[in-house]
């Protein structure tokens, strides 16, 4: 269950025995099914997962009740509402399994530790966040200045593989459109081919 973690790790640089065992003591290995709701929304997130296998989305319900599909995996395989896990705040959104998701994880206190007991994780984290707001900032200059088709191109050429397992309605909501719309838009590139 830690080989893809430490793999992604040791791009940066090589684990020393003791942060391999560190990272093997306060990462939990779990197994969620699919539509399972990981975290609630108005609670202060528990855990930041870090995603071996499987879907998940971070979504909230507006005020007119519509389900929006925030976000869907990250490039760092890491996944939560970062800013409420550091803060200790609650969360506006839910996590929820789109798949069947073999998940590491690990509380705020493991977190603060891992991060305090080896320089290694301590970087790691910070590079994990850098990606994460520098992710989160392109995504809302796409959203602002993309039209939908190119959107959707865009997380067609990104992650191809998403459409194999996440439900049109969810790709739909995180693409900022209606599922209507995105079934147009597949069917005009398809009719373009």
Known sequence: ???KLFTDISKIKQLSERDYNIGKQLFEPVFY??????EESNYIPKYLYYINSGYLRLFYYDSNGNDITQHINCPTDFFCSFSDFLNQHPSFASIECLTDCKLLRISR?????????S????????LVLQESMSFHEKRIIEMTSM?????YLQLL??????????PL?????YLGIKPGSLSRIRKNLLNNC
Not at 147 to 151: D, G, L, Y
Not at 157 to 166: A, S, Y
Not at 169 to 173: K, V
């Open 169 to 173: 309605q969810c790709i739909a909501s």
């Open 1 to 3: 269950m830690y080989q």
């Open 109 to 117: 206190i493991d977190y603060k530790n891992l991060t305090e007991q």
């Open 157 to 166: 050429e990104n992650q191809p593989d998403i459409f194999e397992h996440v």
């Open 33 to 38: 099914n699919k539509k399972t709701v990981i």
């Open 147 to 151: 039209n939908a088709q190119s959107r």
């Open 119 to 126: 320089i290694l994780w301590k970087n790691y984290a910070l």
